[in-house]
């Protein structure tokens, strides 16, 4: 099994390669350059020209790429053309603020999606289960940047139980030790701070993690339902076992599989939500600042960026498929 | 408040354990989210910051600085903060674009303008301690041209402004006559030098800083200003506190922030609910329902800047005075600004905005007659109209909120009279990309002015030497008689001739009609009703020293 | 056999509301424009953000325009979205797909390694280099939606292909003589029709969700044009005082793609009986 972790990880060189490769020439095909779009109105020939010098983009394309190759090669990802800032410090920053806005939606889509989904398979063809699968079906359906101004406007604004955007209260903040914001805070010893971190994690969570959730509801009962249909489990009945230990020892287990897969499949789609409920909760993280990027021509932020995402996605679903492992002994790696 | 104070001791102790027993976090945490949701209930907590004595003032705005840097910066969200941090030699008034003392208390010139000695304040401190001095000066400056073979003229990246100001061509020497007296020698008599020094990318940064921090001085800033730098979390907010015995008067206010909110929406709704002590970015339907709002007042600022509509004289029927008069007459800028702008915006009548000196109030406007429009197409030989190309931004600029809209509202205007014009539309650095390459037939442009003189409209926009590509003179405009009256005015020194130049050459753009001059844009700033001393002004620059709670 | 398919898919409710909900939207999308009762781009600056009421029945948008009208020309708009962007995914997927799982061996490695270069590859920021490349315009908003779910179409075609390619009737015909060409489309594609079509549906679905996620950035369709997701995002600053602008053109995109999850569900149960991934 390990071997098996190993190759892929090591697969993962080459598609990085080719991925900053295709990052860095179509970048440099749409229309516009850094320069320009720091000067703006103001881009007069010679200053272009000066500009253009001091970040080197003077230079042959394959020269620039070659230079860039290197640099990262020893480590060095580059400074950020459109803030001064090196790459990694500044993803080193925004990609906590997205992995806590990530691992608590998916919590949310997990917990949430999953009790829904058994509650809704136990109940089949009554109302409950058609309010519920309903339910799943306006969270899939719904565009995201809707939901998360409706949840504003409800929850922020005419309920005030949560607070409307940011991560932090004004005045209210924590030197960073890993940023993320509620461990710093447990870590520096300020629980209060970390109560308001929580409390504003919670809306963001919720808008992101909706259509995974309302996906693996949806998938849990279809599981579920197919599993307590069969043999086993009607022996385990038969057997007199309570209704719920019936399902928490069976049926749970055996629809992990599939509920692994979408969890797998929707951590890599977090990002795509990731974008726009960053901007509507004025979350500082990661998805935003490449959209950013890729509209200032940053070439080497979105290269790193998307490097860093590409690896995460081929991790995750790496774990999730030795996790099938640990679920279902049938299957093996070699 | 002793509540929650007793309880931070209790968890302090508790953490000081579970950094010993990392293994037990989870349960810790859990704990402790259950005894303060128990202890606080909602909204319990309370800022537990480093003791402040005095409020903190959160300004919410639509993104993040790229850097704190005067030198290097170049976009408005990182000057709104350097406007805080650092000073100038010489400073633009509260509200107007007159130039007044800053760190120069006095300045004097010789007669042929070419030699500018500056004597410096007394007694100034940067926020690191370093003494502000000749010596500061003259590296502010220097750093920013390789003429001067500064060691830090290859840090940091490029000093954009001072490319595109021309310092270079302007300053032929800096030097420290003593410890308070510099002198500026000028290759050529320049009228807008003594306002250039007044803009951020002439700020005195404190030299330990920069020597110091090197390429990271953008994120550890150091000026001599009412703020000093404390804290900055990208994308989320910074922070700066007040700088204790601030030569113009110690702030009241005890905290600066900016927070970033990029959604228009929800940065007003932070500020309806209190959490914010002022907003820009607000949009023109934003103005109605925070004008009925008791609690918040909306302040406004005629802009130091123009909207305007180019039509490329090289391509086809725009060659033709009597097009682009007839275009001229076809717009309804009074409903643009009356309904997209919310009133909020001027029309204008000329290319430059009346905020500006040297502004030409004779010249009588286009009036909006379609039908007059129609006339002289009929004269041009386009009595059915003819076909083009409208060019818009997709993305909003400070002197145009929403392009896509007044380019569908001139398109309707259009139409009516013959003009079938499809609108192209491109994101930013396209739009500038191609239009400043000449590829469109119209476009909407606009500009913002640096320094408050009426070159830097009427030269950089319209004359024939910015035809060059990348174009700044996007109408392609190449009027000899223009050229001569705006060159002549660049050498002339004395400003009440140079006025009589410029009026003159806005008769002549009147005439000739290289555009529609469409709008000068108002800034706007919302805050609540128990904040004062705060002023919006005309270079948008936002200082915040004079603030205070009532 | 596609009546039975039929008769099997009339049994389940939730299937026929899906598809009432797509007849009406199909309806829209052709008769829009005659059943419209303005202008959809006809601007009336001095009657901004009206109330629903008569004359205007869903009310008007910021520039003063019928907001139903928009809304009905808005139907064709995105029913061109999802054919368009699905269109793209089926045709180049299925082609890849096909010829990777029937050749195999380099071709089929070729193209599966660069299948999965765009599936580890942020389909969204994927999307959106496409997009700053070609510059932003609904129709290119479409493609780059379009292109970013090229992979998935490709491995389960290639899947299918692999399955299919030992049966009985696709040996024999190749005893036959038949050409690779004439194996592919004639005895192998039709087989793997049953599960594309389930995907087409559910992908129609998340094109538009995809699109008007890009409109909210501000790189999908631009005014006038009457796209919902455009409507929605420009909508939103009015949300305090004229919610109804906003509301429309969102509760439209939530039915429509109910619809297609609906009738796509419905038609997995029937053509695709495997609990699908």
Redesign the interface.
Same mark, same amino acid.
């Given at each position: 099994m390990w071997t098996y972790a190993l190759k892929r990880l090591l697969a993962l060189v080459p598609?990085l390669l080719?991925?900053s490769f295709?990052?860095f020439f &179509?970048?440099h095909?749409?229309?516009g350059d850094p320069a320009q779009s720091i000067l703006g109105e103001r881009a007069t020939p010679e200053a272009l020209a000066m500009v253009r010098h001091q970040m080197g983009l003077d230079r042959p394309l394959h020269v620039q790429y070659f230079i860039y190759l290197g640099d990262v090669l020893h480590g060095d990802l580059g400074r950020s053309i459109s803030t001064h800032e090196e790459v990694a410090v500044e993803l080193s920053q925004r990609f906590p603020a997205t992995l806590e806005l990530a691992l608590a939606s998916m919590l949310f889509a997990a917990f949430v999606g999953i009790a829904a989904g058994i509650y809704s398979a136990a109940k089949r063809g009554t109302w409950v289960d058609g309010i519920t699968m309903v339910g799943a079906?306006?969270g899939?359906? &719904?565009?995201?940047?809707?939901l998360g101004?409706m949840l504003i406007?409800l929850f922020a604004v005419q309920l005030g139980w949560f607070p409307l955007s940011g991560r932090f209260t004004s005045g209210m903040s924590i030197e960073p030790i890993t940023h993320l914001a509620i461990l710093d805070s447990l870590l520096r010893g300020r629980p209060d701070v970390a109560w308001d971190a929580l409390k504003h994690l919670v809306l963001p969570a919720v808008a992101l993690g909706t259509i995974p959730m309302a996906v693996i509801a949806r998938m849990t009962r279809?599981?579920v339902l197919?599993i307590l249909g069969q043999d086993y489990v009607r022996t385990a009945r038969a057997k007199g076992l309570p209704e719920w230990k019936v399902v928490l020892k069976h049926v749970l287990k055996n629809s992990f599989i599939?509920i692994l897969?979408v969890l797998g499949l929707e951590f890599?789609?977090l990002?795509?939500g990731a974008?726009?409920t960053e901007?509507i909760f004025a979350w500082p993280g990661v998805g935003r600042y490449?959209?950013l990027s890729?509209?200032a021509r940053d070439f080497r932020a979105?290269q790193a960026?998307?490097m860093m995402?590409?690896s995460l996605?081929?991790m995750v679903n790496l774990v999730v498929d030795l996790l099938y492992a640990v679920f279902d002994p049938r299957i093996k790696y070699s | 408040m002793t509540k929650s104070l007793r309880l931070r001791r209790v968890f302090a102790s508790i953490s000081l354990v579970s950094s010993l027993a990392i293994k037990q976090l989870p349960i810790l945490f859990l704990i402790s989210l259950l005894a303060f949701a128990a202890g606080c209930g909602k909204g319990g907590s309370k800022s537990g910051g480093a003791a402040a004595d005095g409020p903190t003032f959160v300004m919410g705005r639509g993104g993040d600085s790229p850097g704190l840097d005067p030198a290097h910066e170049t976009d408005g969200e990182s000057h709104k903060v350097c406007d805080n941090i650092y000073d100038n030699l010489v400073q633009y008034t509260d509200s107007t674009t007159e130039i007044e003392p800053g760190l120069a208390s006095r300045w004097e010139h010789t007669p042929d303008n070419l030699s500018w000695t500056f004597h410096l304040r007394q007694g100034v401190k940067f926020h690191d301690g370093t003494p502000f001095n000749a010596d500061a000066v003259v590296f502010s400056m220097a750093r920013q041209d390789s003429m001067f073979h500064n060691p830090f003229n290859n840090v940091g990246g490029p000093y954009t402004y001072w490319q595109s100001m021309s310092m270079g061509s302007i300053i032929r020497d800096v030097k420290a006559v003593d410890d308070s007296t510099v002198v500026f020698t000028l290759r050529h008599p320049n009228a807008p030098f003594l306002a250039n020094l007044a803009m951020n990318f002439t700020s005195i940064v404190s030299p330990t800083g920069v020597k110091k921090w090197g390429p990271e001085f953008f994120k550890h800033p150091v000026g001599t200003g009412p703020f000093k730098f404390e804290e900055w979390v990208k994308d989320d907010h910074i922070t700066l506190a007040r700088n204790e015995g601030y030569w113009n008067g110690t702030p009241a206010i005890a905290r600066l922030v900016f927070r970033s909110i990029p959604?228009?929406?929800v940065r007003y709704?932070e500020l309806k609910k209190g959490n914010l002590q002022g907003m820009d970015g607000i949009?023109p339907?934003?103005v109605?329902?925070i004008r009925d709002n008791k609690d918040l007042v909306l302040l406004t600022q005629a802009g130091m800047n123009i909207c305007y509509l180019a039509m490329h004289n090289d391509k086809k029927p725009f060659g033709d005075p009597r097009v682009r008069q007839a275009v001229n007459l076809a717009i309804d800028k009074k409903?643009i600004v009356?309904?997209?702008y919310r009133n909020l915006a001027v029309a204008a009548v000329n290319p430059m905005p009346p905020v500006v000196w040297g502004y030409n109030k004779s010249i009588t406007p286009y009036p909006f007659d379609p039908a007059r429009a129609r006339e002289l197409l009929k004269q041009a030989g386009f009595p059915n109209g003819f076909k083009t190309k409208l060019w818009a931004m997709?993305?909003p600029r400070p002197y145009v909120p929403e392009p896509?809209?007044v380019?569908?509202?001139i398109q309707?205007n259009l139409k009516s009279v013959g003009i079938d014009a499809e609108?192209v539309?491109?994101?930013w650095k396209?739009y500038l990309d191609k239009t400043q390459a000449g590829e469109h037939d119209m476009c909407i442009m606009g500009w913002t002015g640096d320094n408050g003189d009426p070159d830097n409209f009427l030269f950089t926009l319209l004359d024939k030497t910015a035809t060059r590509l990348p174009a700044q003179n996007l109408a392609f405009y190449r009027s000899e008689k223009y050229h001569q009256i705006v060159v002549e005015a660049q050498n002339e020194s004395d400003q009440a001739k140079r006025t009589a130049l410029y009026e003159q050459a806005q008769q002549v753009a009147h005439d000739d009609a290289p555009w529609v001059p469409l709008v000068h844009t108002s800034a706007l700033f919302a805050q609540p009703r128990n904040i004062s001393g705060f002023h919006l002004h005309p270079t948008g620059k936002e200082r915040f020293y004079r603030v205070r709670f009532e | 056999m596609w009546h039975e398919y039929w008769k099997e898919l009339k049994k389940s409710r939730p299937a026929m509301v899906g598809a009432a909900i797509l007849f009406v939207f199909i309806v829209l999308a052709f008769a829009g424009p005659q059943l419209a009762p303005h202008d959809p781009l006809a601007?009336n600056?001095?009657h901004?953000l009206e109330k629903p009421e008569t004359g205007h029945v869903l009310g008007t948008d !910021?520039?003063g325009r019928d907001i139903l009208s928009r809304i009905f020309y808005g139907a064709r708009i995105s029913l061109e979205i999802g054919f368009v962007a699905v269109g793209i995914a089926l045709l180049a997927g299925s082609f890849l797909g096909l010829i990777a799982g029937y050749y195999g061996g380099m071709l089929d490695m070729v193209i599966m390694r660069l299948m999965? /270069?765009m599936?580890?590859?942020?389909?969204? /920021?994927l999307a959106?280099?496409?997009v700053?490349?070609l510059?932003?315009?609904l129709t290119n908003a479409m493609i780059a939606v379009g292109i970013v779910v090229i992979p998935q179409y490709a491995r389960q075609v290639r899947a299918s292909v692999l399955s299919l390619r030992e049966e009985e009737y696709v040996t024999a015909a190749r005893a036959l003589g038949a050409s690779d060409m004439a194996i592919l489309f004639r005895s192998i594609l039709p087989n793997a029709i049953p599960p594309l079509i389930v995907r087409t549906t559910l992908g129609m679905?998340t094109a538009i969700?995809?699109a008007? @996620?890009l409109s909210?950035?501000?790189?999908g369709a631009?005014?006038?044009t009457p796209e919902w @997701?455009a409507m /929605?995002?420009h909508g939103? !600053?009015?949300? /305090? !005082?004229a919610p109804w602008v906003?509301t429309a053109p @969102?509760v439209a995109?939530?039915l429509v793609?109910?619809g297609f999850?609906?009738f796509g569900d419905g038609l997995r149960d029937v053509l695709d009986p495997r609990?699908g991934?």
């Open positions: 598609t080719a991925i295709v990052v &179509m970048i095909l749409a229309p079906l306006v899939v359906s &719904m565009p995201i940047f809707w101004l406007l279809s599981s197919e599939p897969t890599g789609s990002l795509g974008i726009i901007t490449l959209l890729v509209e979105v960026g998307v995402v590409a996605f081929v | 959604d228009n929406t709704l949009a339907d934003q109605q329902p409903a009356e309904t997209l997709s993305v896509q809209k380019a569908e509202a309707a609108i539309s491109t994101e396209t | 601007q600056l001095y901004r !910021e520039l999965d /270069l599936l580890a590859f942020p389909s969204i /920021l959106i280099v496409i700053a490349v510059g932003p315009s679905a969700l995809d008007a @996620g909210f950035i501000g790189l631009q005014p006038p @997701g /929605l995002s939103r !600053e009015y949300i /305090l !005082e906003l @969102g995109i939530l793609v109910i999850n609906l609990v991934d």
